[in-house]
């Protein structure tokens, strides 16, 4: 079993930065992908960025490349979501989720979620 506890949203204007956190209980962090999702009010849930269990290799979704960097600690068990140049329709609940095994873009691969974390980007 694991949990999984975001931080590190807010309110930010459009361009702005904010980094995300994502903790994670048990022993076994380092055995598990993680991934980034989003969702707005309104709209389904989409892929933001994922990262293989060393950290090595890493997706993301076109429309964040170059703007948003995904990484973790295996010692700390968790991992980051560094956002920059905000844009307001980016405002969503970000959330983290981990799985055992490779790193996918598909939601319904991850076992354990967080409760996620408000980002609201003002314009």
């Known amino acids: 079993q694991v949990q999984l506890v975001e931080s590190g949203g807010g309110l930010v204007q459009a361009g702005g930065s904010l980094r995300l956190s994502c903790v994670a209980s048990?022993?076994?962090?380092?055995?598990?992908?993680m991934g980034w999702f989003r969702q707005a009010p309104g709209k389904e849930r989409e892929f933001v960025t994922a990262?293989?269990?060393?950290?090595?290799?890493?997706d993301y979704a076109d429309s964040v490349k170059g703007r948003f960097t995904i990484s973790r600690d295996n010692a700390k068990n968790t991992v980051y979501l560094q956002m920059n140049s905000l844009k307001p329709e980016e405002t969503a609940v970000y959330s983290c989720?981990?799985?055992?095994?490779?790193?996918?873009?598909?939601?319904?691969?991850?076992?354990?979620w967080g409760r996620g974390t408000q980002v609201t980007v003002s314009s």
């Open positions: 990262i293989n269990w060393s950290g090595d290799r890493t």
């Open positions: 989720a981990a799985r055992y095994g490779a790193r996918t873009n598909s939601a319904f691969e991850y076992d354990y």
């Open positions: 048990g022993r076994t962090f380092s055995s598990y992908a």
